[in-house]
């Protein structure tokens, strides 16, 4: 229970890893306010957490749109009185497409969720969190975001946004004891890959880019989440940590492969 009398506010908590989230904190004993776009699948969660003997508040809202932020946060403050973590999870990959063919529809609809979203979620809960005298913003990124993957144009440059929105908040809030970390995740088995997990031969394909040669499980990804939220963490601020199996550090046509040394 290292989240005990804390008030956690996750978007997109309605399923995928935002759930995971929400009923991560609310193990370790924080009350949740669960937000997702889908208003039905917020009160889904919030139902799960309380299942289990935890204190959930379900919020429709549409973090790409400030008016629904600031009502968010507002309710948040009206039902448990505090905001003390955010983690800024929502987020899309609506299409894999050559940089050439996205469209400008397309580029704003991926953009305004997963980096306006953040920006306007962070926003929303700094007064709170300044006049509380502290907080921490966990904003979920992506591999993508550190090195770009192919078909992926405006999701890479919206989960880089994160990082770079990650490290300004960090350095212009601290002063007031919020402290701002974004978590890079690789490939996880769940949320938004789960239409691809039963298809074995593209799973072993994208799996044979990690050294690990293996997707994350949700729950390796939640633990490291849980981390940056607790007092155990209280140095860390501005930074990524990458839970990607060692992606990041591992092009995929490694060089010593073709060349044949290894
Ligand atoms: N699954 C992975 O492998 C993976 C890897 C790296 C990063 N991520 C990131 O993790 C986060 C969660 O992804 P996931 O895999 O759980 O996806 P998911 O599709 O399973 O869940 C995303 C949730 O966000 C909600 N949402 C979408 N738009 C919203 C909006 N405008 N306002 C509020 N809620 C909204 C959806 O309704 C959904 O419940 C995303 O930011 C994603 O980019 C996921």
């Given amino acids: 229970m290292r989240l005990a009398g804390k008030v956690a506010l996750v978007t997109g908590a309605g399923r995928g890893m935002g759930r995971r989230y929400a009923l991560g904190l609310a193990k370790e004993g924080a009350v949740v306010a669960v937000n997702d776009l889908k208003a039905d699948k917020a009160a889904e969660t919030a139902k799960e957490i309380e ?103 405006p999701y890479s440059v919206s989960k880089a946004g994160v990082l770079s929105l990650t490290r300004v908040l960090a350095y212009e809030w601290s002063r007031y004891g919020i402290y701002v970390n974004a978590v890079a995740p690789g490939f996880i088995a769940g949320g938004m890959n789960e239409p691809i997990l039963g298809k074995t031969e593209l799973v072993s394909a994208l799996a044979e880019r990690v050294p690990l040669k293996r997707f994350a499980d949700p729950e390796e990804v939640v633990s490291v989440v849980l981390f940056l939220c607790c007092e155990e963490a209280k140095y860390i601020n501005g930074a990524t940590i990458v839970v990607d199996g060692g992606m990041t550090g591992y092009p995929p046509k490694p060089i010593l492969d073709l060349l044949g040394r290894r």
Avoid: Y
């Fill in 51 to 153: 299942a289990h003997g935890g204190k959930a508040l379900a919020l429709g809202a549409d973090v790409s749109k400030k008016e629904d932020t600031e009502r968010m946060v507002a309710e948040v403050m009206k039902g448990l009185g505090r905001v003390d973590i955010l983690i800024n999870n929502a987020g899309i990959n609506p299409f894999i497409l050559p940089a050439e063919k996205v469209t400008e529809e397309g580029w704003d609809r991926v953009i305004n969720v997963n980096l306006k979203g953040v920006f306007l979620c962070s926003q929303a809960v700094f007064p709170v969190m300044k006049e509380q005298g502290g907080g921490r913003i966990i904003n979920i990124s992506s591999q993508a975001g550190l090195f770009g993957e192919q078909g992926l144009l």
